[in-house]
């Protein structure tokens, strides 16, 4: 099968570099219209598929992300792999602005989203224990650094509904008690469905600020964020151009399984099964159904 690298792009990025044939396309979803067209093209050999998660000009609210239609519609172009981009606050000291954490746990406080392409009618339950490939992972990891970017491999990723920050609070729990290393608002459910959708999934979290937390540093606001992620959406793009190379246009089967994620887990009896669900999970669940 060929290797089509799906980005999915965060806050101050809304466009990526250098594609040959690129082409804004319409993507129709049984689950919703996604975020905006996807920009689709080739780099270097590789097939690419590029989404703005918050829509060019930035139009979504992190609450409001059609995350169900993104995933599916990347799954509908023939997506194999996932990098979600995107802009957090840092709970740790050596976790800078600037700096790229390759995020490898989730805690998800998110209660304001639909969280499954699956439900009544059609019950899956996906394993979800390392809810990254570790694959991908290592080839973003790679591409930072070689882009010249401070990367951290490795870190817990709490996901808050938003759209306001945290109270002081909040991000102490989430620091000393929980144990978090940074805090977004955009990757649940979407790394959720992503494993639902049998799709290979990382998150570069980009660090803009220190969240609340840190005495040394005023309270987050808008400006500090917008200051810091120009120059984070350069490292992004840098990162971007350089995965074809890493991964190849030749793509095996995921040695960690991502691509099998349903092998086991639809429970509803076939003559139980909603004809309308199954007819919505066309694409993220044909090859079982």
């Not at 973003?140 to 990367?151: D, F």
Request: hydrophobic share 40%; net charge negative.
């Amino acid at each position: 099968m060929d290797t089509v690298i799906g980005i999915i792009g965060g806050s101050g990025v809304y466009d990526i570099d250098g594609l040959s044939d690129a082409t804004w396309t319409k993507v129709d979803s049984p689950w919703g219209d996604p975020s905006d067209l996807i920009l689709t093209g080739s780099l270097d050999g590789v097939k690419m598929a590029f989404l703005p998660r918050h829509g060019r000009g930035h139009v979504h609210g992190p609450s409001d992300v059609p995350y169900r239609a993104n995933i599916d519609a990347l799954k509908r172009l023939g997506v194999t792999d996932v990098i979600s981009v995107s802009a957090c606050g840092s709970f740790r000291e050596d976790m800078a602005p600037g700096d790229f954490v390759i995020v490898d746990q989730f805690i998800d406080r998110t209660f304001a989203r639909a969280k499954s392409f699956f439900g009544s009618g059609c019950v899956a339950h996906v394993g979800f224990a390392h809810p990254t490939c570790p694959r991908l992972s290592a080839a973003c990891a790679s591409s930072a650094r070689e882009a010249g970017v401070t990367v951290h491999e490795g870190g817990t990723y709490l996901a808050m509904e938003g759209p306001q920050f945290s109270t002081l609070a909040e991000s102490r729990m989430y620091r000393d008690q929980w144990g978090a290393h940074v805090i977004g608002m955009t990757n649940m459910p979407e790394a959720k469905l992503a494993r639902e959708a049998e799709l290979c999934y990382a998150s570069v979290a980009m660090v803009t600020d220190y969240d609340c937390w840190h005495p040394d540093h005023d309270e987050v606001d808008v400006a500090q964020v917008i200051a810091t992620l120009t120059g984070n959406g350069d490292k992004a793009r840098r990162m971007v151009a350089g995965l074809p190379a890493l991964l190849g246009s030749d793509r095996a089967p995921c040695p960690h399984g991502c691509d099998r994620a349903l092998d086991m887990a639809i429970m509803t009896a076939p003559d139980k099964r909603d004809p309308a669900l199954l007819a919505k999970l066309d694409a993220v669940a044909g090859r079982v159904l």
